[in-house]
C-alpha cells in the first residue's frame, strides 16, 4: 500500500540530515562544520480507517491532519 493520504494528497517528501561538529562562533569556536549529509524521507503520518464513501464503508489510508479536521466520515 503506497504511503499517500486518500483525502488531502499528501505523501512522503525527500530532504536531508545534516551532521555538524565543532563549536559555534558565537560560543568561542572556529565554527560548525559540515560532516556528513544523509538523505532521508519524510513520511505523512497516516491511519487505516473504515470511512464512508458514497454511502458505503471503506478502508482508506488517511493522514492524522484530516481525521482532526473532520474530513473524514468515520463509518460504525
Given amino acids: 500500500m503506497s504511503k499517500i493520504c486518500a483525502i488531502c494528497g499528501k505523501k512522503p ?3 536531508r540530515t545534516i551532521v555538524r561538529r565543532g563549536m559555534s562562533k558565537k ?3 572556529v565554527g ?3 560532516t556528513g549529509i544523509t538523505a532521508r524521507r519524510f513520511m ?3 491511519k487505516n480507517v473504515r470511512a464512508i464513501v458514497n ?3 471503506m478502508r482508506l489510508s488517511v493522514c492524522v491532519k484530516c ?3 473532520g474530513k473524514v466520515k468515520k463509518a460504525t
Fill in 32 to 34: 560548525l562544520k559540515i
Fill in 55 to 57: 454511502g458505503t464503508p
Fill in 67 to 69: 481525521l482532526k479536521a
Fill in 27 to 29: 560560543k568561542g569556536g
Fill in 44 to 46: 505523512p503520518n497516516l
Fill in 13 to 15: 517528501v525527500a530532504g
